[in-house]
């Protein structure tokens, strides 16, 4: 019998047959595992807002270091004489870090002549007790509208510093929504930019009464043009191309000599001769008619329309014409009139002041400022009293019929109503219905070449 010897190590054969077994099962485990991964269908690429999202999620959820708690997102902006260092300081990091981390950024950016309310995201750990100064974990800005900078700490704790450029694209977006408020606010919120809210504005004037017509709960569409990252942030806004309320449809024409227009869906201009509303969002105060006078006390004959407005309101041209009086009349304050063909003339009264360069003589157009409303003359407060002349007699703003703008014909209707066309798909939606059938198509003749090989 062989002597047992405590120096040397003891070997037995059944353990380590057992684990050579083990590991030679792990080994074909991992083979077929591998075998079926790579025999299955690749999956689908994350979209850009995917990834944007798991950029998001991996900046706001990082490990918390040792001694502190799991970071949370704080954003800061930089104030009026304030350093990018004062800035981040003040999310709580300790001077060095803020230092550290301006130094890393500046390899990316200029960060000493910066701007008041240049916006980041600070990304904090605070220690655990609420002891002593937070530790930063990262920092996202924006540099440009596609472009931004990550700053994170890696685990060895140094800085790692990011670029990011998404792709950007145009295209037409087609907004839906209701009266809530104004339509200046209803719009904004459905992207429409200030100018574009304008254009608008002054688009409905020709055909609605603002105070009257127009209810909480209507509905409107807009299609217009815009810029947006891969991600989907929209980062600008262009040209509105089509517009809907209450039935009403306005449609955006770029005309053979290079005017570009707003049509009914007829081919019809609908810029009309007058506009009904030269104050933009007033309400009518006062109508047309017999009525006592707030003043003088008895009945007396308004001869015009009054639109409530504070002082300093821009008023607008209600169409192209000749300033013919921008002077003082007794109780109508300071007055202007303009001259319109077809012996057409419109008077706007209690006014604060003129608009830039508007004096007799100076040929105005439709929707350009001419006035401020004000409370000049024989008025109890702001507003505009305003007046229609038809043949140098006064006639009823609201009922006056005055002429309509112009109408397309020949090739330019024609290429009118192909745009047209294009647009009313698009607010129906068998623009986007037609564009998933072509791309199902492509997929299905890609599977079906890929079988026959």
Not at 122 to 130: F, K, L, M, S, Y
Request: zero cysteines; aromatic letters at 8%.
């Amino acid at each position: 019998m062989q002597e047992f010897d405590p120096r040397r190590p003891t070997f037995r054969v059944t353990p380590r047959l057992m684990v050579g077994v083990a590991g030679l099962a792990a080994l074909a485990l991992g083979w077929r595992l591998t075998a079926t991964e790579s025999l299955a269908p690749a999956k689908p690429p994350l979209d850009p807002a995917a990834i944007a999202a798991l950029q998001h999620a991996a900046f706001t959820q990082a490990e918390a270091q040792p001694g502190f708690t799991r970071p949370e997102s704080i954003p800061v902006k930089i104030q009026r004489g304030e350093t990018f260092e004062d800035a981040v300081q003040r999310a709580g990091v300790a001077p060095d870090e803020a230092r550290q981390a301006v130094e890393a950024l500046g390899e990316a950016m200029d960060t000493v002549h910066i701007k008041a309310g240049m916006a980041f995201d600070a990304a904090v750990a605070h220690p655990r007790g609420q002891r002593g100064p937070a530790r930063l974990v990262g920092l996202s800005l924006r540099t440009g509208p596609a472009n931004s900078i990550t700053l994170s700490r890696t685990f060895d704790g140094a800085m790692r510093l990011r670029e990011m450029e998404e792709k950007i694209r145009d295209e037409q977006m087609v907004a839906r929504g209701e009266i809530t408020g104004s339509l200046y606010e209803s719009a904004s919120r459905l992207g429409a930019n200030p100018s574009m809210v304008g254009s608008m504005v002054k688009l409905f004037a020709h055909k609605v009464d603002f105070d009257r017509d127009l209810k909480p709960g209507d509905d409107f569409t807009l299609v217009f043009d815009r810029t947006v990252t891969e991600s989907g942030r929209t980062i600008g806004t262009g040209e509105l191309e089509y517009a809907s309320i209450k039935g009403i449809e306005f449609y955006r024409f770029n005309r053979a000599g290079g005017e570009v227009q707003y049509f009914d869906a007829t081919g019809k201009n609908i810029k009309g001769f007058l506009l009904r509303t030269p104050v933009d969002g007033a309400r009518m105060t006062s109508r047309f008619g017999m009525r006592r006078h707030p003043i003088l006390g008895f009945n007396r004959m308004h001869q015009g329309i009054d639109f409530g407005a504070g002082s300093g309101t821009p008023i607008v041209a209600s169409g192209d014409g000749v300033v013919v009086e921008a002077r003082r009349w007794g109780g109508y304050g300071n007055w202007l009139r303009i001259r319109h063909s077809g012996g057409w003339e419109t008077g706007y009264a209690h006014l604060s002041r003129y608009g830039k360069g508007v004096r007799p003589g100076t040929r105005v157009r439709q929707g350009q400022v001419v006035a401020y409303v004000g409370s000049t003359g024989a008025s109890t407060g702001p507003h505009l009293h305003y007046e229609i002349w038809k043949g140098g007699k006064r006639v009823n703003p609201v009922g006056a019929k005055v002429p309509q703008g112009t109408v397309l014909a020949g090739s330019e209707l024609a290429a009118f109503r192909a745009q047209k066309n294009r647009i009313d798909r698009m607010v129906r939606g068998e623009e986007a219905e037609q564009e998933a059938d072509t791309q199902k198509l492509a997929l299905a003749e890609t599977d079906r070449v890929g079988l026959r090989r």
